[in-house]
């Protein structure tokens, strides 16, 4: 199947190294202390962060730092299949755990000792890029909830298909079978937190799909500052600064 035309168009009309629209809400769930929905083209995703609250669990309890914990999930509405996914399935505990340590890079754990953080996400509808979304949005709802952080966490894919390095991959691009990278990185602080890769290639390849990657992460982040700050300005004029 050709995923790049000769005009150099793919499949939804953009051009190889064009990401989707992307869209930000912050304050989605009014009980939880931050919360954002996130979208990147189709994907939507919506994020709750609880706390720092004390342990649940005294036997979690770490005393130097905070103790952070994630949940993630799919909405069973959220793919076109109507399969029921278990709550505990092995690709959820997966992520779960590539959100939660994605994170505790970015959280100033140090400053909380003897507390919790939860963070709960959840996919309302998936089109490719789903854990970069849920990165995204988690990184928002933290910011919401006023959590330190050393910097602003920001993730996004890309790939290789008929020869071409791609931002951003929708499904049919990511269920294409050719490798894609999925990055995520702490643009001030010019870090890698998450490198995940599902096939081989060539170092000089990877190289641009990377930068490629990387390029869109630090767009990411610059939409993501954007929003905050125009949240910051609505909670003054609220207040009346």
Do not use: W
């Not at 959590?147 to 298909?161: K, N, W």
């Not at 390849?205 to 929003?227: D, P, S, T």
């Amino acid at each position: 199947m050709e995923y790049v035309s000769p005009e150099g168009l793919r499949l939804d009309g953009r051009r190889p190294m064009e990401m989707r629209q992307i869209r930000a809400e912050i304050g989605a769930v009014s009980k939880a202390d931050g919360s954002a929905i996130f979208e990147m083209g189709n994907t939507k995703v919506i994020a709750a962060v609880y706390g720092p609250r004390e342990v649940q669990n005294k036997s979690q309890q770490i005393n130097s730092h905070a103790l952070v914990r994630c949940e993630y999930s799919m909405a069973n509405f959220s793919t076109g299949d109507r399969m029921r996914k278990s709550k505990g399935d092995r690709r959820s505990t997966e992520i779960s755990l590539v959100i939660r340590q994605t994170m505790e890079a970015c959280i100033m754990t140090h400053l909380l000792p003897r507390s919790q953080i939860d963070i709960y996400v959840q996919v309302l509808q998936a089109d490719g890029g789903t854990r970069s979304a849920c990165i995204n949005a988690a990184t928002l709802a933290l910011a919401d909830a006023g959590i330190p952080m050393r910097d602003l966490v920001t993730s996004c894919s890309a790939g290789y298909l008929n020869s071409t390095p791609l931002l951003d991959l929708n499904y049919v691009e990511d269920s294409a079978g050719g490798p894609d990278v999925t990055l995520g990185i702490l643009p001030k602080l010019d870090k890698v937190t998450l490198l995940q890769m599902d096939s081989k290639l060539p170092i000089d390849i990877l190289e641009n799909v990377m930068q490629l990657a990387i390029e869109g992460c630090k767009a990411i982040a610059n939409y993501i500052r954007e929003i905050l700050l125009e949240n910051t300005k609505q909670l003054e004029y609220r207040r009346g600064v």
